[in-house]
C-alpha cells in the first residue's frame, strides 16, 4: 500500500520495535499460548524431553487447539528464573510474531495499549509497512 496514500495502513511509515528480553510478554493471567504439533515436537526436543511427557507436563487442549498450561499464575512454564525463554529458537509461532499481530496493528491506539505493555515497542529500528505485513501474512 502506497505511503500516505488513501487507504493507507496507519503504520504506512513503519513501526520500531526491539525486544528488551524483560519477559513481560510472557507473564500474567490471561492469555493463551497456541502451541501446534510441529511446534510441540521441537519445543519437546529442545527440553530433551519425550513429546508424550512434554505434552503432559505443558500442554492442555483447549476449544480452540492446543495451548501451553500457565505455571498457576499466569506465566509460560518456559521461563527460567531469569525470565528467559528456555526454548527461544523454536518458540511458537506466536511468540515470534510478537508484536505483528492484527489486533496490535488495528489502529494506533490499540499498537499503544500494547506499547503499554511491552517497553520494546516504539524503540529502535523502524520496520517498514512492508515487512510487517509480510509478518502478519505468515512471512516471517
Ligand atoms: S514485553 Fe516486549 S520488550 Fe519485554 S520481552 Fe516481551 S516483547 Fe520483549
Given at each position: 500500500?502506497?505511503?500516505?496514500?488513501?487507504?493507507?495502513?496507519?503504520?504506512?511509515?513503519?513501526?520500531?520495535?526491539?525486544?528488551?528480553?524483560?519477559?513481560?510478554?510472557?507473564?500474567?493471567?490471561?492469555?493463551?499460548?497456541?502451541?501446534?504439533?510441529?511446534?510441540?515436537?521441537?519445543?519437546?526436543?529442545?527440553?530433551?524431553?519425550?513429546?508424550?511427557?512434554?505434552?503432559?507436563?505443558?500442554?492442555?487442549?483447549?476449544?480452540?487447539?492446543?495451548?501451553?498450561?500457565?505455571?498457576?499464575k499466569g506465566d509460560c512454564p518456559?521461563?527460567?528464573?531469569?525470565?528467559?525463554?528456555?526454548?527461544?529458537?523454536?518458540?511458537?509461532?506466536?511468540?515470534?510474531?510478537?508484536?505483528?499481530?492484527?489486533?496490535?496493528?488495528?489502529?494506533?491506539?490499540?499498537?499503544?495499549?500494547?506499547?503499554?505493555?511491552?517497553?520494546?515497542?516504539?524503540?529502535?529500528?523502524?520496520r517498514p509497512e512492508r515487512a510487517?505485513?509480510?509478518?502478519?501474512?505468515?512471512?516471517?
Amino acid at each position: 500500500m502506497a505511503a500516505g496514500g488513501v487507504g493507507a495502513a496507519w503504520y504506512s511509515e513503519g513501526l520500531a520495535f526491539s525486544c528488551l528480553g524483560c519477559g513481560d510478554c510472557c507473564r500474567g493471567p490471561g492469555g493463551y499460548v497456541w502451541v501446534s504439533e510441529e511446534e510441540a515436537g521441537k519445543i519437546a526436543s529442545a527440553l530433551d524431553l519425550r513429546p508424550e511427557v512434554f505434552a503432559a507436563k505443558m500442554l492442555r487442549m483447549t476449544i480452540s487447539g492446543l495451548a501451553l498450561v500457565d505455571d498457576g499464575k499466569g506465566d509460560c512454564p518456559l521461563l527460567d528464573s531469569d525470565s528467559r525463554c528456555r526454548v527461544y529458537p523454536v518458540r511458537p509461532f506466536q511468540c515470534r510474531t510478537w508484536p505483528w499481530w492484527g489486533e496490535n496493528l488495528a489502529s494506533r491506539r490499540r499498537w499503544d495499549e500494547a506499547a503499554a505493555r511491552c517497553p520494546g515497542m516504539n524503540r529502535g529500528p523502524i520496520r517498514p509497512e512492508r515487512a510487517i505485513e509480510a509478518v502478519m501474512a505468515g512471512e516471517l
